[in-house]
């Protein structure tokens, strides 16, 4: 996806892209149209102008970062310290001079995807481990509480625990939570009943 507030740079930008193979979406004109494009066509990645109307690129890739995980390429003709500081906060994976060649584009574009699907499977694989930690957590919380409860073993409790699960066809996590939630529930496990 491509914004750029001059026509003729937007257009010649796109044809670019164009003759190395890529699909092209825009251009949008200002910060909050490339947001719009985004939400409605899901693009890969954006090339961004910072001096938009309305939203500004940085803006605008901040946005699609966070909202969408759209990695964006900033195009522009300013390289101040205070516009690269902001690009590093906003999820910009690239930043090109203007005039931009399109030997750039062939080299930068690959690069930035690549930066961007790596850090986006490292955070979803923290988030993975996270929810994982947090699910045995509560299956700890939940085994020890149907040992003080019911005074049975560990063991016995997590083999209770798991024949809930598999009676009730439910995740041991939310077979736990309901434990924890209701003490009621660890009379179940003892009595025979989790499957009524």
């Known amino acids: 996806m491509i914004a750029d507030d001059e026509h003729l740079v937007g257009a ?6 164009k003759s190395l193979g890529y699909t092209v979406l825009g251009p949008a004109t200002d910060g909050d149209a490339a947001v719009a494009m985004a ?9 961004l102008d ?11 890739a ?3 970062w966070s909202a969408f995980s759209i990695p964006s390429v900033i195009l522009s003709a300013y390289s101040s310290d205070e516009y690269l500081e902001r690009a ?10 203007k005039p931009v060649a399109t030997e750039a584009l062939k080299t930068t574009l690959p690069v930035a995807w690549e930066r ?19 699910s045995r957590r509560v299956v700890e ?44 529930d660890a009379w179940e ?7 009524s």
């Open 141 to 184: 919380q939940a085994k020890w509480r149907v040992v003080s409860e019911l005074g049975i073993t560990e063991p016995e409790a997590h083999s209770a625990l798991q024949r809930t699960a598999r009676t009730r066809r439910m995740r041991l996590a939310e077979i736990a939570q309901s434990v924890l939630d209701s003490p009621a």
């Open 116 to 134: 961007a699907h790596t850090l986006l499977g490292g955070q979803r694989r923290v988030a993975q481990l996270e929810a994982s930690v947090a």
């Open 39 to 47: 939400r409605a066509e899901a693009p890969q990645l954006a090339i």
């Open 12 to 17: 010649g930008l796109a044809d670019a892209l």
């Open 88 to 97: 590093q906060e906003a999820g910009v994976f690239g930043y090109l001079l």
């Open 62 to 64: 901040k946005s699609l």
């Open 50 to 60: 910072i001096r938009m109307p309305k939203k500004d690129g940085l803006e605008a």
């Open 189 to 195: 496990l003892q009595t025979g009943q989790a499957g």
